[in-house]
């Protein structure tokens, strides 16, 4: 046998299939979601996978203010942030935060499972997320995924 009859295929930039998805995340639970989300994010669900690849699709969380915490996280759940300065440990609990901005609270869980480097952060740049159920990627008539179905 001279060839193989198979070939590994490895994705790059130009032959990747970047789709739009929907994501519903009434009723869900932050963690959860946020895993679901990121394997999204990084394509680990297509068979081109590849690790150093931006191979995942683009998605767009709509509901972000009906995620569900489960347990006592709601209160016990500290955000910590530094301002640079001495002493400037600042931190907020997960209400604190929601109360500011639902949206902030699934986008630091999903940034969390990312990985942390350039190729994390323009995973990042892919992810949407919007409190209520209007967003602006109508144009890119993204197909809806249920979590609940969903590896």
């Not at 400037?88 to 480097?117: C, H, Y």
Request: net charge positive; glycine share 8%; with cysteine.
């Amino acid at each position: 046998m001279d060839t193989l009859s198979y070939k590994t295929i490895s994705a790059n930039k130009a032959t990747v299939d970047k789709q739009w998805v929907l994501v519903d995340a009434e009723g869900q639970t932050l963690g959860r979601m946020a895993s679901k989300v990121a394997k999204l994010l990084r394509g680990k669900h297509k068979p081109s996978f590849t690790p150093h690849v931006d191979c995942g699709d683009n998605v767009i969380v709509i509901n972000a203010e009906k995620i569900n915490l489960s347990g006592n996280k709601w209160n016990d759940k500290t955000y910590i942030r530094h301002t640079g300065y001495p002493g400037g440990q600042r931190s907020l609990t997960a209400t604190e935060l929601f109360g500011k901005d639902p949206a902030r609270l699934v986008e630091k869980s999903v940034k969390g499972m990312l990985p942390k480097n350039k190729l994390g952060a323009e995973l990042f740049r892919n992810l949407t997320v919007v409190t209520g159920t209007e967003h602006a990627h109508e144009a890119q008539k993204p197909t809806t995924i249920n979590l609940n179905e969903f590896k």
